[in-house]
C-alpha cells in the first residue's frame, strides 16, 4: 500500500497540486504547502516542520477548533515548508488523517466502505439510540450535514443500508463518527 499512497500524491502533485484546501508546490530546495486561497500571498506565517500542520489545522480562522479534519474551514494565512517526500507525506497526514491511504484504497479498488446503518447499529452506550433514525431523517442530515460547500470536504462512498441504499437521496454520489453524533441528536431531538 506505501506504493500506491506515494503514487496518489504524486497524481495529486500532477493534478495542479491541490488536496482538498491545501496547495502543495516544488521549487529546488522543498515542497511548500499554503492553504489554496493564499496563493500569491507573500505575507504569510512560515512554518518549517511537518509536525507544525498539526497545530495549523486544528483551529479555524476565528480561533474555533476543528473536530472534523476534512471540514472546508482550514485557517488561511500559513505556509509550511518541508524538505523532502517523506516529510510532504507525513504533513498531509497531519492535516487529513489517513486521506492519502484512503484514495490509495480507492484507486486500487480496494477500498471497503460500511454502511451507515451498520456503523449505528454497533454503537453502545449514549449513541445507541442513534440505530432508531428513519430513512427521511437520514436524508435530511446527510444532505445539510455532509455538504462540501459548508460540511465536508470528503465524497461519500459509503451506502446507507447493506441493500446498497445511497447515502441521501438529496447529495450527488466514508461515514464520520461527527455524523453518528449528529444521528443520535436527530432521534434524540436535540
Not at 46 to 58: D, G, N, P, T, V
Not at 70 to 95: M, S
Not at 99 to 122: H, M, Y
Request: contains cysteine; glycine residues 6%.
Amino acid at each position: 500500500m506505501t506504493d500506491s499512497v506515494a503514487r496518489a500524491l504524486e497524481a495529486a502533485l500532477a493534478n495542479g497540486g491541490h488536496f482538498g484546501q491545501l496547495l502543495i508546490q516544488r521549487n529546488r530546495a522543498h515542497f511548500i504547502i499554503s492553504h489554496r486561497d493564499d496563493e500569491g500571498r507573500d505575507d504569510l506565517e512560515i512554518f518549517r516542520k511537518s509536525e507544525h500542520a498539526l497545530e495549523i489545522a486544528k483551529y479555524d480562522d476565528a480561533g474555533n477548533y476543528r473536530p472534523l479534519k476534512t471540514a472546508p474551514n482550514l485557517r488561511r494565512g500559513w505556509r509550511l515548508e518541508v524538505a523532502d517526500f517523506t516529510e510532504l507525506r507525513r504533513a498531509l497526514d497531519y492535516f487529513y488523517p489517513g486521506r492519502l491511504a484512503v484514495i490509495a484504497a480507492w484507486k486500487l479498488d480496494r477500498l471497503q466502505t460500511t454502511p451507515l446503518r451498520e456503523t449505528l447499529n454497533r454503537q453502545s452506550g449514549m449513541y445507541r439510540v442513534a440505530a432508531k433514525i428513519f430513512d427521511e431523517q437520514i436524508d435530511d442530515l446527510v444532505a445539510r450535514f455532509c455538504r462540501s460547500d459548508d460540511g465536508c470536504l470528503r465524497t461519500i462512498l459509503w451506502k446507507r443500508d447493506q441493500r446498497g441504499a445511497i447515502a441521501s437521496t438529496k447529495l450527488p454520489k466514508e461515514t464520520c463518527n461527527l455524523l453518528v453524533a449528529e444521528c443520535r441528536k436527530v432521534v434524540k431531538g436535540e
